[in-house]
Structures are given as structure tokens and as C-alpha cells.
Nanobody
Framework: QVQLDESGGGLVQAGGSLRLSCAASGRTFSGYAMGWFRQAPGKERELVIATTWSGGSTYYADSVKGRFTVSRDNAKNTVYLQMNSLKPEDTAVYYC?????????????????WGQGTQVTVSS
């Protein structure tokens, strides 16, 4: 059974940083793409960053370029989302998700497995 567990959310002031973790279990994820999505109240779920579990090219949404970065610990099957220079508009529930195949998609329905989400709140 595939399981994705996010952690690391919280409350931070504008300009601060947080690091989210997504720990995956249940299978080997080589050949899978993964994405970090976020959903703010009243808004659609949007793709923030997409990459593969094994490395390679990474997609960054324009809204987070230069502020967010992704890294991975393959030994732990964990991907990290480092968020710097946070803004109030970054406030959302953040989800990690994974899909078969290495091509990322901005469409949430393309992803096969989802974590439970972690709340990030940025105060002004």
C-alpha cells in the first residue's frame, strides 16, 4: 500500500522559512513523478513544484521561483520542499502527490497517490 506522509507545516511570519517533508513508502518510486501542490481556501489546487523521486529536471511554478527548492533523500524515500521568503499568499494546505511515469502534470487528477496535507500559514 503506497503511503505519503507530509510533515513540517506550521505558522511563520512573512519572510520566514519552512521545510516540508514527504516520506513515501509501499513501493519503489523510481520512474515516478512527484509534485507538491497547495490549496488555499476557495481556490483550486495548484502545482507548486514537480520533479521525480530519482532526480532530474524540476518544474517550479512562477509564483515560487527563486524562493522554493526541492531536494531528496533517496535512502529515506523522502522529498523535501524548502520554502524561503514566505509570503501571506503562500498560506495553504500543502500536499505531496505521486504519479506513474516521469512526466509531471499540472492536473491534480493525473496523480495516483496523495498525502494527507500539511497546513502552512504565513502571517503578515
Amino acid at each position: 500500500q503506497v503511503q505519503l506522509d507530509e510533515s513540517g507545516g506550521g505558522l511563520v511570519q512573512a519572510g520566514g522559512s519552512l521545510r516540508l517533508s514527504c516520506a513515501a513508502s509501499g513501493r519503489t518510486f523510481s520512474g515516478y513523478a512527484m509534485g507538491w501542490f497547495r490549496q488555499a481556501p476557495g481556490k483550486e489546487r495548484e502545482l507548486v513544484i514537480a520533479t521525480t523521486w530519482s532526480g532530474g529536471s524540476t518544474y517550479y511554478a512562477d509564483s515560487v521561483k527563486g524562493r522554493f527548492t526541492v531536494s531528496r533523500d533517496n535512502a529515506k524515500n523522502t522529498v523535501y520542499l524548502q520554502m524561503n521568503s514566505l509570503k501571506p499568499e503562500d498560506t495553504a494546505v500543502y500536499y505531496c502527490a505521486t504519479k506513474m511515469g516521469t512526466a509531471y502534470s499540472t492536473n491534480p487528477s493525473r496523480y495516483n497517490y496523495w498525502g494527507q496535507g500539511t497546513q502552512v500559514t504565513v502571517s503578515s
